[in-house]
T-cell receptor, first 112, second 112 residues
């Protein structure tokens, strides 16, 4: 079964700062997706990486970016933070046999 | 544009009774639907799925029904248990993509 480790679990930033979140698929899955969860908006797709290439992108401003490394680890970056960026950011990997999407526990970002 | 909608933000059900969570979608290209369950401070976990070629899928206490003509799916939990108390997200997947479109979630509370 796939496992996903996200760091940091919690962080607090102020407006205008930037943040980098990390996602490490334990079993080396090649596809990594990022989602943002906010109250009232549910989970919204940010982007998906496959073999270090961005394959899909959601409707988020350019302040949101990501990348994937050769070991499948992925990072997402948010620059010039706004209050509305406060959310739980979830990383997910897909099991190539079952198609099931496995989520990490998320990184909860609070922007003050 | 919310392509997947869960119009009930919350639902309260007595233990032992049936819980019915509803989900509507607008994109007729969606061909695979999933339900995820989320506890606080944890990432969503996969619950059950259904392909658009079926109208029902059952797994223990959980059954998902799909009505393609109405673009509607529902999750039935019977009998409901206090441990089922969580936020439930429905999600849809189109062909040839790993991009899941999530609903806004329904918070289920099962009381004794």
């Amino acid at each position: 079964k796939a496992g996903v480790t996200q760091t940091p679990r919690y962080l607090i930033k102020t407006r205008g700062q930037q943040v980098t979140l990390s996602c490490s698929p334990i079993s080396g899955h090649r596809s990594v997706s990022w989602y943002q969860q906010t109250p009232g908006q549910g989970l919204q797709f940010l982007f998906e990486y496959f073999s270090e290439t961005q394959r899909n992108k959601g409707n988020f401003p350019g302040r949101f970016s990501g990348r994937q490394f050769s070991n499948s680890r992925s990072e997402m970056n948010v620059s010039t933070l706004e209050l509305g960026d406060s959310a739980l950011y979830l990383c997910a990997v897909r099991d190539s046999f079952t198609g099931e999407l496995f989520f990490g526990e998320g990184s909860r970002l609070t922007v003050l | 544009d919310q392509q997947v909608k869960q119009n009930s933000p919350s639902l309260s059900v007595q233990e032992g009774r049936i819980s019915i969570l509803n989900c509507d979608y607008t994109n007729s290209m969606f061909d695979y639907f999933l339900w995820y369950k989320k506890y606080p401070a944890e990432g969503p976990t996969f619950l059950i799925s259904i392909s658009s070629i079926k109208d029902k899928n059952e797994d223990g206490r959980f059954t998902v029904f799909l009505n393609k003509s109405a673009k509607h799916l529902s999750l039935h939990i019977v009998p409901s248990q206090p441990g089922d108390s969580a936020v439930y997200f429905c999600a849809a997947l189109g062909p040839n993509t790993d991009k899941l479109i999530f609903g806004t979630g329904t918070r289920l509370q099962v009381f004794p």
